[in-house]
């Protein structure tokens, strides 16, 4: 069992700055990528920023620029800090990490946060 755990989400003004916290904890014998998603009510999740597989940061286009997503890969942790926040910016923001786990055998896994709201407004 692999679980994720964020925190760090609030409220702030627009123009205003938040970091986000995620850590894996579990059976975790190696993770393949790990990233951000964020999601608003009646539309679809989208990406915000992870780690491909190669460890490459990608972005969504409108949060580049503004955001950056870093890594503690010793503690299984991933950040984003998010910089010049607008109103479009409030969502729910959900943590996801894919990977291969371990216990008396391999298994692959994918597995998401519980959510950390962010809301920008004044």
């Known amino acids: 069992q692999v679980q994720l755990v964020e925190s760090g989400g609030g409220l702030v003004r627009p123009g205003g700055s938040l970091r986000l916290s995620c850590v894996a904890s579990g059976s975790i014998f190696s993770i393949s990528t790990m990233g951000w998603y964020r999601q608003t009510p009646g539309k679809q999740r989208e990406m915000v920023a992870y780690?491909?597989?190669?460890?490459?940061?990608i972005y969504e286009d409108s949060v580049k620029g503004r955001f950056t997503i870093s890594r503690d890969s010793a503690k299984n942790t991933v950040f984003l800090q998010m910089d010049t926040l607008t109103p479009e910016d409030t969502a729910v923001y959900y943590c996801?990490?894919?990977?291969?786990?371990?216990?008396?055998?391999?298994?692959?896994?994918?597995?998401w946060g519980q959510g950390t709201q962010v809301t920008v407004s004044t």
């Open positions: 996801n990490a894919n990977g291969i786990s371990y216990t008396k055998s391999y298994s692959d896994f994918n597995v």
């Open positions: 780690f491909s597989h190669s460890g490459t940061a």
